[in-house]
């Protein structure tokens, strides 16, 4: 978002400034010593230690460390194990790095920032609870979504609803229906939701903190209650998303998985000591924009980055390649991060050695992903053809919870995935949605195979265009539409897919007449050869007779 909330820089209470990043840096080296000296000294002196229990020292406490609370004990020591294990080289030493961070960024943001429509409005937008409901509805598309994908939803979504209460007053059919399309529908549900209970609750006024937006509005995270404080409240909280992990690792050449807790709280760390506290939005935007469009997964342009003087993974690719070029094959890799400090938790792990080939790219390394699990349905597309009007096809709503909630689809059962004959499951569907019907012939065109964030789904696709023919009744949950209001209907990627295979396949669709149903473009039989040869000899004398 652009930098328009200037005007509301007044501090708000409970704000982090600063992170202990500072305090472990300066300690941690120094602890870790601490703790090879008494592991040292308690494997020297294990027998007298026995009998002399009152002297007892255990090898993971610092002498130097203060007592802990009676009901802090395990988490003290928990935290003197972690900053220990943790080199000051994955760290921002002093204030200067940290200034040189957040001027060079910022400056290269002014310069080079993308034009968005919903920076332009948060800049321009004086309101600070329309300011923040314009953040809000862009941070919530954005996730997991393209920006090229969000600009033409996020402009048709405030044209729409400019405000809280325009949207708190919308239909949740209204609401997928914009939303079809863009992919993990509870976002825009949620969104609903929240404006609703704003209005309901609030008085229609935004919760204008961190915490109390992610407490007050559903849906909303530690990261999405950050951007929307920071961009349109001008609170100094940091935001960490997939391209903010993707700097701080490089920057400071954090290899370790960057989903374990460790890693994602020196991260969150490492961002709130980097925020600006003039310009919070906008350097939380620029972090993110330079993830996005310098510092990407592949192919960084290291040549345009503002900060590549203070990223450890560029000086990293800089020493290997010094020492490819200096050393004899086969030496060891030199170990960068700070010495006597035990296995680094947030290094590469030994396992995943330095790969030459990915530059700063191998950092942060990417965690394993479990495969999206596999399910099988069949669909059938009926359509209902009519002399006048044009021809109507059959929808039902989905359950108003789960995948594709309330979202409308072709009558589908789930079948197993090796399953004969799932058309007669699926037929027995189509009769409890549109009646009995005049035929049993659906015609299998094909198969779709869509993958949602967690699960690959393969449909078998069938279709039947009845000719002559009305449903008796369409119990609620179903809805006959118009090919021109199936094109504007709350309908998934999904299902719009299976249409386009119906339409492809519409001249081979089996009808509801005796003719079309004696003969389908499937089952006409190819002329032998002989029979092509005589009407080939045949064909000038009857088109002399004509």
């Not at 809000?136 to 033409?152: A, D, G, H, R, Y």
């Not at 980055?305 to 390649?321: F, G, I, N």
């Not at 069949?378 to 109507?392: D, F, H, I, P, S």
């Not at 492809?504 to 006409?524: E, I, M, N, V, W």
Request: with cysteine; proline share 7%.
């Amino acid at each position: 978002m652009g930098s328009a909330v200037r005007s509301r820089k007044r501090k708000r209470p409970g704000v982090l400034h600063r992170s202990r990043l500072q305090d472990v840096e300066s300690d941690g080296q120094a602890s870790g010593e601490a703790i090879m000296r008494k592991a040292s000294m308690a494997r020297s002196h294990r027998k007298q230690a026995a009998n002399q229990k009152g002297m007892e020292q255990r090898p993971h406490r610092s002498s130097q460390a203060k007592p802990p609370a009676p009901n802090g004990l395990a988490g003290q020591q928990e935290e003197e194990v972690l900053q220990a294990s943790v080199s000051s080289y994955h760290l921002f030493r002093d204030s200067v790095e940290v200034t040189a961070f957040r001027g060079n960024l910022l400056n290269w943001y002014d310069r080079e920032k993308r034009d968005l429509p919903w920076r332009r409005q948060a800049e321009h937008e004086v309101d600070p609870d329309r300011r923040a409901y314009a953040v809000w509805v862009s941070e919530i598309m954005l996730q997991q979504t393209q920006v090229t994908t969000v600009i033409n939803y996020y402009t048709r979504w405030m044209q729409k609803w400019p405000t809280l209460q325009d949207l708190a007053s919308a239909s949740l059919e209204e609401v997928n229906q914009l939303w079809a399309g863009l992919g993990y529908y509870s976002r825009g549900r949620r969104l609903q939701e929240g404006a609703q209970k704003v209005v309901r609750e609030l008085g229609g006024h935004m919760p204008c903190t961190a915490e109390t937006l992610q407490k007050f509005l559903p849906g909303v995270g530690r990261y999405t209650a950050g951007a929307i404080a920071s961009i349109a409240f001008g609170q100094a909280t940091a935001v960490v998303d997939g391209n903010v992990v993707r700097v701080l690792c490089r920057v400071r050449a954090i290899g370790a998985d960057p989903s374990s807790s460790l890693v994602s709280q020196q991260l969150w760390s490492l961002a709130q000591q980097l925020v600006d506290p003039a310009r919070p939005g906008d350097f939380n935007q620029a972090a993110m924009e330079l993830g996005a469009t310098v510092c990407t997964p592949q192919r960084p342009l290291c040549s345009d980055c503002p900060v590549q003087s203070l990223c450890r993974a560029y000086q990293r690719v800089t020493r290997e390649q010094l020492l490819a070029s200096q050393s004899p094959p086969g030496s060891p890799d030199i170990e960068e991060c700070a010495p006597n400090t035990g296995q680094c938790r947030l290094c590469l792990p030994h396992t995943e050695p330095w790969n030459h080939n990915l530059g700063v790219a191998n950092f942060p390394r990417k965690p394993s992903r479990r495969p999206p699990r596999e399910e099988h349905c069949a669909t059938c597309v009926l359509e209902q053809l009519r002399a006048t009007g044009g021809a109507l096809i059959l929808l039902v709503q989905r359950p108003p919870s789960g995948l594709l909630a309330g979202l409308w689809e072709f009558p589908t059962v789930t079948v197993e995935p090796l399953e004969q004959h799932p058309s007669e499951a699926l037929l027995q569907e189509l009769q409890n949605w549109a009646g009995p019907l005049p035929t049993t012939c659906l015609q299998h065109l094909g198969e779709v195979v869509h993958t949602f964030s967690h699960i690959k789904l393969t449909y078998q696709v069938y279709g039947l265009a009845l000719e002559k023919w009305t449903p008796v009744t369409t119990p609620p949950g179903a809805r006959w539409l118009t090919r021109e209001e199936f094109h504007t209907a709350a309908i998934s990627t999904a299902m719009k897919k299976v249409f386009r295979m119906y339409e492809a396949h519409q001249t081979g669709t089996c009808r509801g007449s005796k003719s079309s149903q004696a003969s389908t473009l499937s089952s006409r039989k190819k002329p032998s050869r002989g029979q092509q040869v005589l009407d080939n000899y045949f064909q000038p004398l009857n088109s002399a007779a004509q």
